[in-house]
């Protein structure tokens, strides 16, 4: 999967923040907020296709975390991404 076009990551006062760009994507009712972790996996999803186990791999190649616990919180995140219609 990918992410979709037209939607960046951005540091907004210290927050990282995913932003629409472009008018056809503008809805400010659900602006997404990511914490530290959620920007990593962000810029990594970035990058090219990605699926959970990639999300997993790159978690685990860069935080000191259990495989268990990487693998669910990546399927956590990408669950919210779709819930966000922001993967195609």
């Known amino acids: ?8 990551l951005r540091d907004v006062c210290g927050e990282n923040v995913v932003i629409p760009c472009g008018i056809e994507n503008v809805n400010f009712d659900s602006i997404i907020h990511l914490n530290e972790t959620g920007a990593f996996l962000w810029r990594e999803a970035e990058k090219a296709d990605f699926t959970v186990d990639s999300l997993t791999d790159a978690l685990l190649a860069e935080y000191d975390t259990t495989h268990d616990i990487a693998a669910h919180d990546v399927a956590a995140f990408v669950q919210k991404l779709q819930e966000q219609k922001l993967v195609e």
């Open 1 to 8: 999967m990918k992410l979709k076009p037209n939607f960046e």
